[in-house]
Antibody
């Protein structure tokens, strides 16, 4: 079955950096576009960034442009999110998410990893 | 950027019908998808392409989309339907857009 397992979350000070990872299994990772989606405590879902299956095309939400960088390593079945210059408002659960093939929705989500930005 | 607006909360008695709206400019021309999220859990897709149910989703869940409003309908509501519900579209300018979310409370 499809599994997406995030890791790398934790407590970081404002201005700090963090790298999230998502390890995929149960499907052919290199065939799927992927996204990071976040959810601040008690708030709604916010799409952050996505990357095509081959890694050639990346989209980033305006709210995090220049701050969060998505990447992938298909040989390792892994998706990454490099986060820098973190702010308190970046505190959230970050979900790794798989796009439906030829679709415009998410068909599988990881369990999420919590990032807390606080001094 | 494209905005989807949902009512913050909907309350319904068991066995009754819950309707959750998702408003957006000409949303009827877009594909709307719906997710259910229970506390502490990741979202789960319950409706795709306005009204398609993935396998395993009860027939009690249905969707429609027209004009400026998409609607998720939950018939014969059960206690286990208590959750947050989000609509979502893909927009060429905004990429993946999620609605503001609706908390369904079963009385």
């Amino acid at each position: 079955q499809v599994q997406l397992v995030e890791s790398g979350g934790g407590l970081v000070k404002p201005g700090g950096s963090l790298r999230l990872s998502c390890t995929a299994s149960g499907f052919i990772f290199r065939d799927y576009d992927m996204s990071w989606i976040r959810q601040a405590p008690g708030k709604g879902l916010e799409w952050v960034s996505d990357i095509t299956s081959n890694g050639f095309i990346i989209h980033v939400a305006d709210s995090v442009k220049g701050q969060l960088i998505i990447s992938r390593d298909n040989a390792r079945n892994s998706l990454y999110l490099q986060m820098k210059d973190l702010r308190v408002e970046d505190s959230a659960v970050y979900y790794c998410a798989r796009h439906r093939t030829y679709g415009d929705y998410i068909d599988n989500w990881g369990q999420g990893t919590l990032v807390t930005v606080a001094s | 950027s494209y905005v989807l607006t949902q009512p913050p909360s909907v309350s319904v008695a068991p066995g009754e019908t819950a309707r959750i709206t998702c408003g957006g400019n000409d949303v009827g021309s877009k594909n709307v998808h719906w997710y259910q999220q229970k506390p502490g859990r990741a979202p789960v897709l319950i409706i795709s392409y306005d009204s398609d149910r993935p396998s395993g989703i009860p027939e009690r869940f249905s969707g429609s989309n027209s004009g400026n409003t998409a609607t998720l309908t939950i018939n014969r509501v059960e206690g286990g339907d208590e959750a947050d519900y989000y609509c979502q579209v893909w927009d060429s300018n905004s990429d993946y857009v999620f609605g503001t979310g609706t908390k369904v409370t079963v009385l």
